[in-house]
């Protein structure tokens, strides 16, 4: 199984973050960077099993207010869709 991380540390805007997902879950050249591409990905291009995990989730919320818990909500629905993509978020990472 695949194993993937992000840290909210690493990104501070949407499209950087969209960079990071793109590069992180090896996305297609052609990813359109936003949340209806992410979900086409998630549901029909990365290859599962897949497990991710989101750390400092509470900076991103801090950098990116309500779009990082719209990325969330992708995430967390392609993961409702049961076919072998986890989730995990971590609000702080102790050092």
Known sequence: MN???????????????HETLQQKLELPEFYGKNLDALWDCLTGMVELPLQMEWLNYDLSRQRLGDKADQVLGVLEEAQAEGNGFRIWVRDQVEE
């Open 3 to 17: 194993m993937v991380t992000i840290n909210g540390e690493d990104f501070h805007t949407i499209a950087e973050l």
